[in-house]
């Protein structure tokens, strides 16, 4: 492996064109001697002379010089601005975030591009989750989970960020009725629900049985655009949740707010307390949008407290 400070003391000769030249400019102490003994541990390291000298105190690169030289002038020319970088949060990246269907449709694309004008050249890797894991969190698998956790861990931060509100949608049939329909009345009719085992199925089946209202016939579904798209053409009812207070809009159905249990659940985002510094993170965190807004419309001035 190459001694970087051997290179650093090549580059400084190379760049200036002598040993005393590049000793005075030099961002550390070092002597004309000590600059030497770097260039010719260097040489003797990759077997070649990579500098000559053309007059007093005047050095030229070698071919092989030139082209060593060649290689590493960027990296030394660059890295003052790279590190200056770094302790400023100045620098772009990578984020990961993992988030249910109805939140990546309804709530990351303004949020997203609240992001984006505060950090143009951010990477962000999206992924549409079933069921919300904190474990990806703490494996790295992502930076951010934005959904309705029940609980949060100790380890774990989160911020809210919006609400999600329960409706009963049924297909619009002719002008919607003023109050729902009891939920009995609709168990004769295939209920939509979301695939068995999931949190939201376990709150659907909840909601049911607390109206006794146990549906005779169950299709499983993946998610709440796919139920309510079902819903539009007539093949059941269902329990959705909505970002909207007002429930979801859509042509063919209808939505009454849910009046047992009358509940809202919070949306939030989470991230690892102990995760390592990310100007993405911070940058999300202060473009978060508030609790019962459907989109972020700019950033905070500051970022949240990551360790919230």
């Avoid at 016939?217 to 009812?237: K, N, P, Q």
Wanted: glycine fraction near 6%; charge should be positive.
């Amino acid at each position: 492996m190459i001694d970087l400070h051997r290179l650093a003391g090549f580059h400084l000769v190379a760049t200036l064109g002598g040993y005393a030249r590049a000793a005075r400019a030099a961002p550390y102490p070092i002597t004309q001697p000590a600059l030497h003994q770097q260039v010719k541990k260097l040489e003797a390291q990759v077997g070649m002379q990579l500098l000559e000298r053309v007059g007093k105190d005047q050095m030229r690169p070698t071919p092989a010089g030139a082209r060593l030289h060649g290689f590493v002038a960027p990296f030394f020319r660059d890295l003052p601005a790279v590190v200056k970088s770094l302790a400023t949060g100045e620098f772009d990246g990578e984020l990961s975030i993992e988030a249910e269907s109805l939140l990546i449709r309804q709530l990351l694309p303004g949020w997203l591009l609240a992001l984006r004008k505060r950090r143009p050249a951010v990477v962000v890797r999206l992924t549409e989750i079933a069921t919300p894991d904190v474990g990806a969190l703490r494996t790295g698998r992502a930076d951010v989970l934005v959904a309705h956790l029940p609980e949060i861990p100790d380890d774990v931060a989160s911020q809210q960020i919006a609400v999600l509100y329960p409706f009963l949608v049924v297909p619009r049939e002719g002008p919607p009725r003023r109050r729902a329909p009891p939920l009995r009345q609709l168990a004769a009719t295939p209920f939509l629900a979301y695939p068995p085992g999931s949190r939201q199925y376990a709150l659907q089946m909840q909601a049911l049985v607390g109206q006794d209202a146990l549906p005779a016939r169950i299709m499983h579904l993946d998610t709440a655009d796919t139920i309510l798209g079902f819903v539009e053409a007539g093949l059941g009812w269902s329990l959705v949740p909505s970002l909207d207070a007002r429930g979801p809009v859509a042509r063919q159905l209808t939505a009454y707010p849910l009046a047992r249990p009358r509940t809202t659940f919070p949306v939030v985002m989470a991230w690892r307390k102990d995760a390592p510094e990310n100007p993405m993170l911070d940058a999300m965190i202060a473009c978060a949008p508030r609790p019962r807004r459907s989109a972020a419309t700019g950033c905070r001035s500051s970022p949240a407290d990551r360790s919230t």
